[in-house]
DNA sequence: TTTATTGCTGACCGTAAAGACAACTTTATA
DNA sequence: TATAAAGTTGTCTTTACGGTCAGCAATAAA
């Protein structure tokens, strides 16, 4: 165990401390307003410290952003490796990828909201990883998907449309909240309101393979 | 038939094509920037006009922002009434508003942008839009699909998410394109690409409702 | 043809925002 | 304890942007 010479000083904790506030704070603003929105202004104020320290612990916006990003990225590629995902039926992996994603838009919608804009606005950042780093992955992932279908243990569906369905229902929980709160009635959605979207979500995506549970 | 007195000069007819060459350059700079992120001299240059004279047609951001918030909601509204749609059975008018959901993906992607920048934005704008129009038409749409399950006609699925779930499903192409076109390795979408997901996700949904196809 | 309306432009203003910089304070290390 | 390093703040500069305004140009109406 190579254990890293990092002297755990008061600073040091304190840094830490103070980067993650930074860093949720940012979250909360690049979500609501967007890279070009956001103002570090802004992103200061509700992390209760000035401009100038904040620049001090991240030096531009373009670098507190990829930071943001790349905490989301970080998140999603721990807890969504498709192929190392528990279960012994297809069924099983998809309806664990399904409520974990679902799980993800709960516990962290902002990030996902950054996210959001991002691909909407053309991904000028985060291109280059989605080549190198999605597509292999999701290529992966649907020749899997495709292998399933070979040994007819899930229905004849298409695989990448599949993913990209998943993708958006899932995400949506995250994105368009406030949509689905006026549309609900609601004024934030609660636990109950997640456990009924995972359960028709999975639900749908069940049946998109097919009825194949009891072969 | 009362035929307003607007005279067609050549100057009236340059406004409306100017006018709406100016929404379209718009649609596009909020889609890729949102609303904080667009400065109306991107607008003005792609409209080919200077700063101020896009300032004479439109006095202010906010007023052109809305403007092209309204062109999009418009559209939504006559191609997405849920009960006027044709169709004898659940599945042909649900087939339908899919389709025609879908169609609007890839007709109106930047509209469809904007819009989605605006929610996943907390809805500044158009929260009052959500509440006072959407809702009421979510509710009705929400009762007929409860209607057909009483009736046996589909199966007993979540109405609200099921709406959830086709709205994510079909504005995904639309907002996501990017990711997509890098996930499938393509420079952009083609017509082929949304014919096979109109035909995917189309028949996600048909197997959400149930195989009742044939009764 | 004259007059009124509409369209358009250049110069300008105020504000907000990113970030540079120097000075100062607090904490850690030798 | 003395010195170095890290943390913090106030001041300032530059730039981008939304928007105003006065005046000129083109077109329509009388």
Redo the contacts between chains.
């Keep these: 165990m190579t254990e890293k010479k990092v002297r755990r000083t008061r600073q040091s904790v304190n840094r830490e401390v103070l980067e993650s506030r930074i860093l949720r704070s940012a979250e909360i603003v690049f979500?609501?307003?967007?890279?070009?929105?956001a103002s570090m202004e802004r992103i200061a104020e509700i992390s209760k410290i000035s401009k100038q320290n904040l620049i001090y612990y991240f030096p531009n916006k373009d670098l507190l952003y990829k930071r943001v990003l790349k905490e989301i990225l970080d998140i999603w590629i721990e807890k969504l490796s498709f192929i190392e995902l528990n279960g012994n039926t297809p069924q099983d992996i998809i309806g664990n990828y399904v409520r974990e994603k679902m799980r993800i838009s709960r516990l962290h919608p902002n990030g996902s909201?950054v996210f959001?804009?991002e691909?909407?606005?053309?991904?000028p950042v985060l291109?280059s990883y989605?080549?190198s780093h999605?597509?292999p992955q999701?290529d992966r992932d649907v020749d899997v998907v495709k292998s399933w279908i070979n040994k007819g243990l899930i229905d004849d569906?298409?695989p990448?449309?599949?993913f990209?369905?998943i993708?958006?229902?899932t995400?949506?929980?995250a994105?368009?909240s406030?949509?689905?709160e006026?549309?609900?009635?609601k004024k934030s959605l609660e636990e109950d309101d997640y456990e009924?979207?995972e359960?028709?979500?999975t639900?749908?995506v069940m049946?998109?393979l097919?009825a194949k549970k009891n072969i």
Excluded at 31 to 37: L, P
Excluded at 182 to 185: I, K, M, P, S
Aim: hydrophobic share 55%; proline share 0%; charged share 20%.
């Design positions: 979500a609501s307003k967007g890279f070009s929105g909201k959001a804009h691909i909407i606005s053309g991904a291109k989605l080549v999605l597509k999701f569906i298409d990448e449309h599949l990209f369905t993708w958006a229902a995400q949506t929980y994105d368009f406030v949509q689905m006026v549309l609900l009635g009924r979207a359960l028709a979500v639900d749908f049946r998109a097919g």
